[in-house]
């Protein structure tokens, strides 16, 4: 039984590997790189995968154009430039703060924003309703109860 | 006041419903593409029939349309028809052929006829990576001077032809 099982994970780990290429760094540091880069950037064929995880052609491609470019020496910033030029920010999983992504930066404070005035608002309107039970009865309501009380007293 | 406030959920239900709906018809596959307005890039690289080399330099002078194309993909030969006929009405058509045996391409246009001016031969990929292609049937619209000003991904019908290619190949042409 044991046995199976430790045969079932091996499997399993041969499967999770599979879109990982066998690229030969010189230092560890490029590795790194390469690694952070091949997770940060989105694969253009497919809709949410990064080009680590994805095994279309294209990634496969962006995969082995990094690993030429680490090569080369380039820095990070210039390699993502470089692929930005030719795919658009679409590849970018960390986009930039540009009037096209104003909304996709800030949308979500905005929204955190209009949720405080909301509660807020919401608050206040319940605040409102409580002073106004526990203000002190005006002239007009002290004689009412007063009559009611008075009426009470003959029943 | 108090009215309006039990109005809100439903102006948000049809924001919601709005949004969806135009959701429907979105293609998230279709990138925009990162070269619209600039130049094709440099490349010199060996024509698919014959023995000749073709560079950016070749694809000047009137405008054209840059259809990226392969044997091992599918959507092409639906297409491939419709660049025919496109071909015969008198429109430039330039070809990549991108990530292909050239043996086999060379047999495609036999089978099929030819609708390219020229045939760029792209076996590495390297001008369709430059070009920002990441799948075919992909098709450009390049201005006379060589500017992409337009890109199309997927197969282009007669409606797509009609509808959005061929008013602005047509007022490139008047440029």
Known sequence: ?155 | MKRLVLLVPLVAFLLLTLFLYRGLFLKPEELPSALIGKPIPAFSLPAVEGQSLITDKDLLGRPALLNVWATWCVACRVEHPVLNRLAAQGVLIYGVNYKDDNAMARQWLADFLNPYRLNIQDAEGRLGFDLGVYGAPETFLLDKNGIIRHKFVGVITDQVWREQLAPLYQELQGE
Not at chain 1, 46 to 73: H, K, T, V, W
Not at chain 1, 75 to 95: M, S
Not at chain 1, 109 to 124: E, H, I, N, S
Request: hydrophobic share 40%; proline share 4%.
């Open chain 1, 1 to 155: 039984m044991k046995r199976l099982i430790a045969i079932t994970l091996l499997l399993w780990v041969s499967v999770g590997w599979a879109a990982i290429d066998t690229y030969e760094f010189s230092t560890d540091a490029e590795r790194a790189r390469y690694r952070v880069l091949v997770e940060e950037l989105r694969c253009p064929k497919c809709q949410n995968q990064n080009i680590a995880d994805s095994n279309a052609p294209i990634a496969m491609d962006l995969r082995q154009e990094i690993y030429r470019l680490i090569q080369e020496g380039q820095t990070d910033e210039q390699i993502i430039e470089y692929l930005v030029a030719r795919y658009g920010d679409f590849v970018r999983y960390n986009p930039p703060l540009s009037f096209n992504t104003l909304l996709l930066w800030f949308g979500p404070l905005f929204l955190l924003l209009g949720g405080v005035v909301g509660v807020r608002w919401m608050v206040r309107q319940r605040q409102q309703k409580t002073d106004t039970s526990a203000l002190p009865l005006t002239d007009a309501e002290h004689q009412r109860l007063a009559s009611l009380l008075e009426r009470k007293k003959h029943d």
